[in-house]
């Protein structure tokens, strides 16, 4: 059964040392609402930020509970950012959830605005 789950999350980037043009980004993330706990990963980039052209692929363990269901599963992300505009598709990968949330899948939908990050989390149980 297909369910949404709702809520913010706040990220911190740490840059890591690079040294042959692929950027190379530590994820923490703070995951709150009906996803709640602690996510980490790694991000992968190339273009020119400065410009606003750019792409980026990331994988993150997300540890906590989805509606009170506790496991960690893993998120995957491909942005493109040109000339301004940006696009970001998120979803779980399969196979990775473990404990109550084992075989979930779900895409996420992202919202970045001057308040922050706001997710709507499409997923399912199996």
Known sequence: MTDI????FEVTLTPQQSDDGIGRTAIAKTWSGDLA?????????AGD???GS?????LEIV????RGRAGSFAFQQLGVMHAGDQEIDYRVVPGSGTGELAGITGTLALTIDDRGHTYELTYDLG
């Open 49 to 51: 930020t400065a410009q």
């Open 5 to 8: 789950a709702r809520g913010t």
């Open 54 to 58: 750019a792409g980026y692929v990331a």
């Open 37 to 45: 706990g602690s996510g980490q990963g790694l991000l992968l980039s």
């Open 63 to 66: 540890d906590g509970t989805l």
